[in-house]
């Protein structure tokens, strides 16, 4: 290593400083030594000190910072430089601290020395003396105004205010006021012709001459007026109180604020001892603060230039570190450092290389993944892949639309934790996962759920993924709704049916229900009793059977044709009520309802949600049960509100077998009826973006549920 070179500028700065730091301790002194300039030299060199400990303290501040980050990341030359630094502080704090300890012994005993501590006791005996002075005329005053009080008493019978005028004059008083229990004035006199209103005793005042009977203070009523106030009980037939003014003499007061404001002074000076011991100590503190400061930064830059060598290497770190590979130091010595540096080349630009490879390779990835990225985000279709632990890998925004669950939060997430938050999706998210493990091969199947605008039905399409070897590495599947196109088909099968039974049912039903009556209007004569009775039995077999099959056409096109609907906005409870009232005279079942607080409004057409209330009441009913229960709340659903209708009863319920097909037109579990109920039901219910399925958790009867969207 190098010898050690100081530039001419750093060398300069450095006698600089020293320099001003020997001035300051040398104005110090003086100010010491000359109390007449203490105040102006005291300032100026608080000043000077402060600014330059500040100085001293940020550039000390950036160099402890620049070491820290050095041993913080172990850069060379890094630990040196804190030996050298600690050392450096050691040898500098031992002398300088028995100096500062012995100069302030010195500083605090020399201004002791400039107080005579025998006149504190002197001040203390002089105000006390004062005090005792005024307690002794105010007491004096007191008996004064008890007297004047039992004088009053005994001329209750005189004039009030000329025995009140008279009393003041005879006690020389400024002012007299003579007040009722309540304080209302009775009289009052003056020795100031000026003050037309009297002076009036405040709360406190009142509060202590009625608990006490008396009341007696220094009252100051100007600046330059002290008065004695004096406040007794005059007893009698009824209570009454005397106030008295009497003016302090203004040499007692002069003398009075005179000794108060010296004892005053001489406490503001006492003070000012410790405050000129603390200022002293402050600015010997700052002086010898700012040496050890300027030492310790002229350490640092003494060391800098001892491990100036290992800079270069500190660069070329730094310089890597930011992502400069190129970075190529030069090497100026052949010794360790300087193998130092030819390594660090040779690895800079081996990491160049890596870093270019790298970057092309990581160009070429995120092109094909923003192109995937494009594709799927414009595929109408939902697609969600799996790695081979079936964890969500990625989704697309179809797969939210369709779901209406934002599956991309729970990229990351194992299938079974989307169900477990969105539980109207457990039994759709069960079924594919059970085919994600079982399946060989592409599958395909359809799949139906309870979204927030009723039953979906889903086409689902999955395949597994199997790496180069044949290992499985997990699973994609893609989904459509196919909810509407169902539906379309079947709205359009069953109106085709209902146009054709219309056309071929309906219209012959008219000529074989006169033909039979007609039979009848025709033979009846011509027959025996016996014949007639059959003749009649027949005809009215026809008849009934006929009506029979028109209701039955009229309500299979009810079913099918398009609706014209009139919304509007309902509260249902109200309308559940109205038509309960039309089941309540036949009684031939309890109705129980239980509707919650704050049900919402839904916006529907009536007369269909009429119809939707009678056909539910209407199936209970007929199956022979004897209680009813309809539950109204309100749901919240997919981020949505709806509201929810329960209709429970306990009768024999619903066979399993017929679960699936419930709301299939002309599936029926009674002997009577043509299967079409529940099949408006649920039409008027989807028209109404609504939902309707069996309550399969009921142990006992049959229970549906039926969830409107809330307005």
């Given at each position: 290593?190098?010898?050690?070179?100081?530039?001419?500028?750093?060398?300069?700065?450095?006698?600089?400083?020293?320099?001003?730091?020997?001035?300051?301790?040398?104005?110090?002194?003086?100010?010491?030594?000359e109390?007449?300039?203490?105040?102006?030299?005291?300032?100026w060199?608080?000043?000077v000190?402060?600014?330059?400990?500040?100085?001293?303290?940020?550039?000390?501040?950036?160099?402890?910072?620049?070491?820290?980050?050095?041993?913080?990341?172990?850069?060379?030359g890094?630990?040196l430089?804190?030996?050298?630094?600690?050392?450096?502080?050691?040898?500098?704090?031992?002398p300088?601290?028995?100096?500062?300890?012995?100069?302030?012994?010195?500083l605090?005993?020399?201004?002791?020395?400039w107080?005579?501590?025998?006149?504190?006791?002197?001040?203390?005996?002089?105000?006390?003396?004062?005090?005792?002075?005024?307690?002794q005329?105010m007491?004096?005053?007191?008996?004064?105004?008890?007297?004047?009080?039992?004088?009053?008493?005994?001329?209750?019978?005189?004039?009030?205010?000329?025995?009140?005028?008279?009393?003041?004059?005879?006690?020389?008083?400024?002012?007299?006021n003579?007040?009722?229990?309540?304080?209302?004035?009775?009289?009052?006199?003056?020795?100031?012709?000026?003050?037309?209103?009297?002076?009036?005793?405040?709360?406190?005042?009142?509060?202590?001459?009625?608990?006490?009977?008396?009341?007696?203070?220094?009252?100051?009523?100007?600046?330059?007026?002290?008065?004695i106030?004096?406040?007794?009980?005059?007893?009698?037939?009824?209570?009454?109180?005397?106030?008295?003014?009497?003016?302090?003499?203004?040499r007692?007061?002069?003398?009075?604020?005179?000794?108060?404001?010296?004892?005053?002074?001489?406490?503001?000076?006492?003070?000012?001892?410790?405050?000129?011991?603390?200022?002293?100590?402050?600015?010997?503190?700052?002086?010898?603060?700012?040496?050890?400061?300027?030492?310790?930064?002229?350490?640092?830059?003494?060391?800098?230039?001892?491990?100036?060598?290992?800079?270069?290497?500190?660069?070329?770190?730094?310089?890597?570190a930011?992502?400069?590979?190129?970075?190529?130091?030069?090497?100026?010595?052949h010794?360790?450092l300087?193998?130092l540096?030819?390594?660090?080349?040779?690895?800079?630009?081996?990491?160049?290389?890596?870093?270019?490879?790298?970057?092309?390779?990581s160009?070429?990835?995120?092109?094909?993944?923003?192109?995937?990225?494009?594709?799927?985000?414009?595929?109408?279709?939902?697609?969600?892949?799996?790695?081979?632990?079936?964890?969500?890998?990625?989704?697309?925004?179809?797969?939210?639309?369709?779901?209406?669950?934002?599956?991309v939060?729970?990229v990351?997430?194992?299938?079974?934790?989307?169900?477990?938050?969105?539980?109207?999706?457990?039994?759709?998210?069960?079924?594919?996962?059970?085919?994600?493990?079982q399946?060989?091969?592409?599958?395909?199947?359809?799949?139906?759920?309870?979204?927030?605008?009723?039953?979906?039905?889903?086409?689902?399409?999955?395949?597994?993924?199997?790496?180069?070897?044949g290992?499985?590495?997990?699973?994609?599947?893609?989904?459509?709704?196919?909810?509407?196109?169902?539906?379309?088909?079947?709205?359009?099968?069953?109106?085709?049916?209902?146009?054709?039974?219309?056309?071929?049912?309906?219209?012959?039903?008219?000529?074989?229900q006169?033909?039979?009556?007609?039979?009848?209007?025709?033979?009846?004569?011509?027959?025996?009793?016996?014949?007639?009775?059959?003749?009649?039995?027949?005809?009215?077999t026809?008849?009934?059977?006929?009506?029979?099959?028109?209701?039955?056409?009229?309500?299979?096109?009810e079913?099918?044709?398009?609706?014209?609907?009139?919304?509007?906005?309902?509260?249902?409870?109200?309308?559940?009520?109205e038509?309960?009232?039309?089941?309540?005279?036949?009684?031939?079942?309890?109705?129980?309802?239980?509707?919650?607080?704050?049900?919402?409004?839904?916006?529907?057409?009536?007369?269909s949600?009429?119809?939707?209330?009678?056909?539910?009441?209407?199936?209970?009913l007929?199956?022979?049960?004897?209680?009813?229960?309809?539950?109204?709340k309100?749901?919240?659903?997919?981020?949505?509100?709806?509201?929810?209708?329960?209709?429970?009863?306990?009768?024999?319920?619903?066979?399993?077998?017929?679960?699936?097909?419930?709301?299939?037109?002309?599936?029926?579990?009674?002997?009577?009826?043509?299967?079409?109920?529940?099949?408006?039901?649920?039409?008027?219910?989807?028209?109404?973006?609504?939902?309707?399925?069996?309550?399969?958790?009921?142990?006992?009867?049959?229970?549906?549920?039926?969830?409107?969207?809330?307005?």
């Amino acid at each position: 290593m190098s010898a050690v070179s100081i530039k001419p500028p750093v060398g300069v700065l450095i006698f600089l400083l020293f320099g001003l730091i020997l001035i300051s301790l040398q104005l110090m002194s003086s100010a010491t030594q000359e109390s007449s300039q203490l105040n102006a030299m005291y300032s100026w060199l608080l000043l000077v000190n402060a600014l330059g400990s500040v100085v001293m303290l940020v550039l000390i501040g950036a160099n402890i910072y620049s070491l820290g980050k050095q041993l913080k990341k172990r850069e060379a030359g890094s630990l040196l430089t804190l030996r050298m630094i600690s050392l450096f502080v050691l040898l500098s704090l031992a002398p300088a601290g028995l100096v500062f300890f012995f100069s302030m012994q010195f500083l605090h005993q020399g201004i002791d020395s400039w107080f005579n501590v025998e006149i504190d006791r002197a001040m203390d005996d002089a105000l006390e003396l004062s005090q005792v002075s005024l307690d002794q005329r105010m007491n004096s005053r007191l008996k004064q105004t008890q007297a004047i009080a039992l004088a009053l008493q005994d001329s209750a019978s005189a004039s009030t205010a000329l025995v009140v005028e008279r009393l003041r004059e005879a006690a020389e008083a400024a002012e007299m006021n003579l007040f009722t229990k309540q304080g209302r004035l009775l009289a009052s006199s003056s020795a100031s012709p000026g003050d037309i209103l009297p002076r009036l005793p405040d709360e406190h005042v009142w509060l202590s001459v009625r608990q006490h009977e008396t009341y007696v203070a220094l009252d100051p009523v100007r600046d330059d007026v002290l008065m004695i106030q004096v406040m007794v009980a005059v007893s009698g037939k009824d209570i009454q109180y005397l106030q008295v003014l009497y003016p302090v003499p203004q040499r007692i007061a002069d003398l009075a604020d005179s000794i108060e404001f010296a004892f005053l002074r001489y406490q503001e000076m006492n003070f000012l001892r410790d405050k000129l011991k603390l200022s002293f100590s402050l600015a010997l503190s700052l002086v010898l603060l700012m040496s050890l400061l300027a030492g310790i930064w002229v350490a640092f830059i003494i060391i800098r230039n001892i491990i100036a060598p290992v800079k270069d290497l500190v660069k070329g770190t730094r310089a890597v570190a930011a992502g400069q590979y190129e970075q190529q130091l030069p090497v100026t010595t052949h010794d360790d450092l300087g193998f130092l540096v030819e390594s660090f080349n040779v690895m800079t630009r081996r990491i160049a290389k890596a870093r270019d490879a790298a970057h092309f390779a990581s160009l070429e990835v995120e092109n094909q993944r923003a192109y995937l990225e494009t594709i799927l985000a414009n595929v109408i279709a939902g697609v969600i892949s799996f790695d081979a632990s079936f964890t969500i890998r990625t989704a697309n925004q179809a797969a939210y639309r369709i779901l209406h669950v934002p599956v991309v939060r729970f990229v990351g997430h194992r299938l079974a934790d989307l169900y477990t938050d969105y539980l109207e999706l457990k039994e759709l998210l069960q079924a594919i996962q059970a085919q994600l493990e079982q399946a060989e091969d592409i599958w395909q199947k359809r799949l139906a759920f309870l979204g927030p605008n009723g039953r979906q039905e889903l086409l689902c399409r999955g395949t597994p993924l199997f790496s180069q070897e044949g290992v499985r590495m997990g699973a994609v599947i893609v989904f459509d709704d196919v909810t509407d196109l169902m539906q379309a088909q079947k709205n359009a099968a069953w109106g085709e049916v209902a146009r054709r039974l219309a056309h071929e049912i309906k219209n012959p039903l008219t000529p074989i229900q006169l033909s039979a009556e007609r039979l009848q209007l025709k033979l009846a004569e011509q027959l025996d009793e016996k014949a007639q009775d059959v003749l009649q039995r027949s005809t009215r077999t026809i008849v009934q059977q006929v009506e029979a099959m028109k209701r039955m056409v009229d309500d299979f096109s009810e079913y099918a044709k398009p609706s014209r609907r009139h919304l509007q906005l309902i509260q249902i409870a109200d309308l559940l009520q109205e038509v309960l009232q039309l089941y309540v005279m036949p009684a031939q079942a309890t109705f129980t309802t239980v509707v919650a607080e704050n049900i919402p409004a839904v916006y529907v057409d009536q007369i269909s949600m009429r119809q939707v209330l009678h056909n539910m009441i209407k199936n209970a009913l007929e199956a022979e049960c004897s209680q009813i229960e309809i539950s109204i709340k309100p749901v919240q659903r997919n981020e949505s509100q709806f509201v929810e209708l329960a209709f429970c009863d306990d009768g024999p319920g619903i066979q399993e077998e017929f679960l699936p097909q419930i709301f299939e037109p002309y599936v029926t579990t009674k002997n009577k009826g043509t299967g079409l109920g529940l099949a408006i039901v649920k039409k008027i219910i989807e028209e109404h973006g609504g939902a309707i399925w069996v309550d399969t958790t009921r142990a006992v009867g049959a229970g549906f549920i039926i969830q409107l969207p809330a307005v």
